[in-house]
T-cell receptor, first 110, second 113 residues
Framework: NAGVTQTPKFRILKIGQSMTLQCTQD?????MYWYRQDPGMGLKLIYY???????DKGEVPNGYNVSRSTTEDFPLRLELAAPSQTSVYFC?????????FGPGTRLTVT | AQSVTQLDSQVPVFEEAPVELRCNYS??????LFWYVQYPNQGLQLLLK??????LVKGINGFEAEFNKSQTSFHLRKPSVHISDTAEYFC???????????FGPGTRLSVLP
C-alpha cells in the first residue's frame, strides 16, 4: 500500500515551458487535492476533485489545469510556466475529512 | 469565508518542556478542525482532528488539542516535547464535507537539547 505518490520529486523548467505533475493514490479515496506551498505562506488549494470526472477550482487555479479520468490519478498541468509558479506542490487524497499527503514535487521556474 | 491564524511563526522550546501552539479560526458555520505535522522534506501527516463530540482531542505522538467554540480556538499542546518533535505544524479548517480546506501559515517548533 503506497498511499499517495507524486512524480517527479524535483524539476527545473524554463519560462514558457509546460509540464504535468503526476499524482496517484491506491486507497480508493474519492476526494483528491492539489496544493502549492510557498515559504511562510502555508498551503494554498489549487484544484480539487470529489470523484472521477469532477473537478473544481480552489483558491489559486490560474495557470494550472487538472483532469480526473480515474479514481486513482489526478494530474496537474502547468501551461506556459512562470517564475511565480516556483513552489513545492503537494497532492492529497481523502476518504472524508482527513487528508493523506504525497511527498511533494519541488518545482523551479527560471 | 474561512481563515486560520497561527499566532506564532516560530516556537523554540527546550527538550522535556511543555509546549502550546496556538490556532484561531474564523467561520460563520460549524467547522471541522485539524492539526498536521510536516517534517523536513516530507508531506504533511495528520496529528489529530476535531469533527464533533468531546472538545479535548488526543492525537498521535502524545499531542492533544482543545476546541473552544467561544474563543474560536484549537490550540495544540504536548506536556513534554522531544527532539524528534522538531517540525512545522499546520492548523487547518473546513466547513464542507471534503471541500474548501484552509490551512494556517504554520508554526515552526524547534526543540532544543
Amino acid at each position: 500500500n503506497a498511499g499517495v505518490t507524486q512524480t517527479p520529486k524535483f524539476r527545473i523548467l524554463k519560462i514558457g515551458q509546460s509540464m504535468t505533475l503526476q499524482c496517484t493514490q491506491d486507497m480508493n479515496h474519492n476526494y483528491m487535492y492539489w496544493y502549492r506551498q510557498d515559504p511562510g505562506m502555508g498551503l494554498k488549494l489549487i484544484y480539487y476533485s470529489v470523484g472521477a470526472g469532477i473537478t473544481d477550482k480552489g483558491e489559486v487555479p490560474n495557470g494550472y489545469n487538472v483532469s480526473r479520468s480515474t479514481t486513482e490519478d489526478f494530474p496537474l498541468r502547468l501551461e506556459l510556466a512562470a517564475p511565480s509558479q516556483t513552489s513545492v506542490y503537494f497532492c492529497a487524497s481523502s476518504p472524508s475529512y482527513e487528508q493523506y499527503f504525497g511527498p511533494g514535487t519541488r518545482l523551479t521556474v527560471t | 469565508a474561512q481563515s486560520v491564524t497561527q499566532l506564532d511563526s516560530q516556537v523554540p522550546v527546550f527538550e522535556e518542556a511543555p509546549v502550546e501552539l496556538r490556532c484561531n479560526y474564523s467561520s460563520s458555520v460549524s467547522v471541522y478542525l485539524f492539526w498536521y505535522v510536516q517534517y523536513p522534506n516530507q508531506g504533511l501527516q495528520l496529528l489529530l482532528k476535531y469533527l464533533s463530540g468531546s472538545t479535548l482531542v488526543k492525537g498521535i505522538n502524545g499531542f492533544e488539542a482543545e476546541f473552544n467554540k467561544s474563543q474560536t480556538s484549537f490550540h495544540l499542546r504536548k506536556p513534554s516535547v522531544h527532539i524528534s518533535d522538531t517540525a512545522e505544524y499546520f492548523c487547518a479548517v473546513t466547513d464542507n464535507y471534503g471541500q474548501n480546506f484552509v490551512f494556517g501559515p504554520g508554526t515552526r517548533l524547534s526543540v532544543l537539547p
